[in-house]
Each structure stands twice: as structure tokens, then as C-alpha cells.
């Protein structure tokens, strides 16, 4: 699914805030903090709505995002970067 080609819809809009919020944050971001910050952008989505899309959304874009550990989303295309970051961590 394209995100930008569903942006009419309120799950469109609610993913596309999802997908910035992610690029804002290469570390990934905790379950509760992702529904804060899609509340907080737009006041006028329904609570449920929100907490379905965070719900569906590794369902939903398995090429685009993916869980490190429980709770924590991030965007696949940081994978790499982050185990490499991992790695040096633990060398040293």
C-alpha cells in the first residue's frame, strides 16, 4: 500500500504521521510514545483508530517497519545501521 495514495483516508493520515515520526527517529519509537505523538498531532482522531493502526502497522507494512524487541518500532531501512552500532558497542 502507498501511503501517500491513501492520505484522503483518516488511516492514511495516521500512517503517514506514523512513517514521519519514524524518520524523525532513527532509534525507533516505544509503543506509547508513537500513540502520544500521533494524538498530540491531530487531535481530532479517535483514540481506537490510532491504537489500530500502531496495532496493524508490522501487519500492515512488513517492508517498511519492523519490531527490535517488544513495544519498540522502527523503520526497516535503519536495520542495518543499528546492528552495526550494536556491534561496535559491544567490541568495545
Known amino acids: 500500500m502507498n ?3 491513501k ?3 483518516i488511516t492514511g493520515r495516521i500512517y503517514a ?3 514521519e515520526l519514524l524518520e524523525q527517529h532513527p532509534e525507533g519509537l ?3 510514545e508513537l500513540l502520544s505523538k500521533i494524538e498530540a498531532s491531530n487531535r481530532s482522531f479517535h483514540p481506537k483508530t490510532v491504537n489500530g493502526c500502531v496495532w496493524k502497522l508490522i501487519e500492515r507494512f512488513p517492508k517498511k517497519v519492523y519490531k527490535p524487541s517488544k513495544g519498540l518500532f522502527r523503520l526497516l531501512k535503519y536495520k542495518s545501521k ?3 552500532n550494536e556491534d561496535r558497542r559491544a567490541i568495545k
Request: charged share 25%; aromatic share 14%.
Open 3 to 5: 501511503v501517500v495514495a
Open 82 to 84: 543499528s546492528k552495526k
Open 30 to 32: 516505544r509503543w506509547s
Open 7 to 9: 492520505k484522503s483516508t
Open 17 to 19: 504521521i506514523v512513517f
